[in-house]
């Protein structure tokens, strides 16, 4: 059995989270290694054991950690694709942290500046990442399709305001781009797609993702941004059956969850 460092629980071997509180449970091999096999028998405190084993746990874990920005689209078209990211981020999460990664997640909603249609931040308690799926999971939950005017949108001054968050020092920068529609060239503010390649490069970037539709031939100048850094393109989906997309997008975002770990140094 495993014993939870928060709240001192019993649970399967198996499992990989608490189910009393939720906390992620250090692996049966770690236990195993806290005890030696040839050792007289003993009386063990599991308070004391379950400090060790976390402690443990934290220094194995504390080498990978990944901050993942996500520029979602919320134009009229992106609904199926809003109410994936809710669903799945938990599951999204677990993925990476499953591989040793610890993570937080932070997104920001964008639409067509040049109709006057700002982006947006979301927040966790003044902060735009969290390692608490279930706040980012209500955040999520509010947002709307809608707006957007003409096809293209400013997805390019979003990725440059993505650049701009206080991502961790230690942490892997990791930037998810998701749209169904070319961008704005030029955007309100940036110019090019040189341009944000480039600032993509100054800014440290470790991994960058596109979720577009790959093709389609407006939105094959997104490819270009991969030049930035290394990262790769995973095809939106097509057709109007948001319920249909959003199935689709939920197994994305799982594979787009193991990319990231294996990506994670």
Not at 61 to 69: K, S, T
Not at 93 to 102: K, L, N, Y
């Amino acid at each position: 059995m495993k014993t939870c460092s928060n709240c001192g629980a019993s649970n399967a071997d198996a499992a990989k989270f608490c189910n009393e509180c939720g906390t992620a449970l250090a692996p049966v091999e770690l236990v195993k290694s806290m005890v030696s096999p040839d050792a007289a028998p003993k009386a063990v405190d599991p308070a004391s054991l379950a400090r060790s084993i976390a402690a443990k746990a934290e220094a194995l874990q504390g080498r990978r950690r990944a901050d993942i920005m996500f520029v979602l689209d919320c134009t009229g078209s992106m609904q199926g694709e809003i109410d994936a990211i809710k669903d799945t981020i938990t599951a999204f999460a677990d993925t990476i942290e499953s591989e040793g990664v610890r993570v937080r997640v932070g997104l920001i909603e964008f639409r067509d500046r040049l109709i006057g249609e700002e982006p947006r931040v979301l927040t966790f308690a003044g902060q735009p990442f969290t390692n608490d799926p279930a706040a980012f999971r209500r955040e999520v939950s509010a947002l709307q399709a809608t707006g957007g005017g003409d096809a293209p949108e400013s997805s390019l001054d979003a990725v440059m305001l993505a650049l701009r968050q206080p991502f961790a020092p230690d942490a892997n920068k990791v930037i998810v781009l998701v749209t169904d529609a070319p961008p704005h060239v030029p955007d309100k503010d940036t110019q090019s797609v040189e341009e944000v390649v480039q600032a993509i490069r100054g800014a440290g970037v470790q991994q960058f993702y596109l979720i577009v539709r790959t093709q389609d031939p407006q939105s094959q100048v997104y490819l270009k941004l991969l030049e930035g850094t290394r990262g790769m393109a995973f095809e939106l989906g097509t057709g109007d059956d948001f319920r249909s997309r959003a199935e689709d997008f939920k197994k994305t975002l799982m594979a787009l969850g193991k990319t990231i770990s294996a990506g994670t140094r």
